[in-house]
């Protein structure tokens, strides 16, 4: 099959299957009159790269999947390389969940520091005299 049709096969654009074949991910055969020519297990290592990345692989993790299917292997993720690169991912994402979870409750401490001072203005507003309650953002009395 030619560069377009493989491109639409895949769901993606011949701009994309030429930046693959620049980086070594996707062999580059041409037939006699120079056009570009691919077969079915150029559509599969396609589809590993794709779903690879959908699931937040960089361009550079997908390289050892890849190298294990041109090998010969059913699955790219069947090599010990692919399998270190899952271990790694799985590191770098556990990394961004404590992370996001630190961030969290800090938010939460904000907000409930915030609504506590936010009643505690209502309570003196509800008293004769009291303060009037005023946005922190510069607006006036609510």
């Known amino acids: 099959m030619r560069i377009g049709e493989l491109a639409a096969r895949a769901g993606t ?4 299957l030429r930046y693959y074949e620049s980086r070594g991910l996707l ?9 570009r020519t691919y077969d079915e297990s150029d559509l599969r290592l396609l589809r590993q790269i794709r779903t690879l990345q959908d699931f937040g692989f960089g ?3 997908t390289r050892p999947f890849v ?10 993720d069947s090599c010990p ?3 270190q690169v899952y271990r790694r991912k799985l590191d770098e994402l556990d990394t961004l969940i404590a ?3 630190a961030v969290r409750e800090t938010v939460g401490r904000q907000l409930a520091r915030a609504e506590a001072a936010r ?7 509800a008293v004769p005299g009291g303060p009037e309650p005023e946005c922190e953002l510069g607006g006036g009395p609510r």
């Open 99 to 101: 992370e996001l979870g």
């Open 119 to 125: 009643a505690a203005l209502a309570a003196e507003a």
């Open 13 to 16: 654009t011949t701009r994309t």
């Open 67 to 76: 190298e294990c299917l041109r090998a010969g292997h059913p699955e790219g």
């Open 81 to 83: 390389a692919s399998l």
């Open 27 to 35: 062999p580059a055969r041409r037939s006699g009159n120079g056009y």
């Open 59 to 61: 361009l550079e993790e």
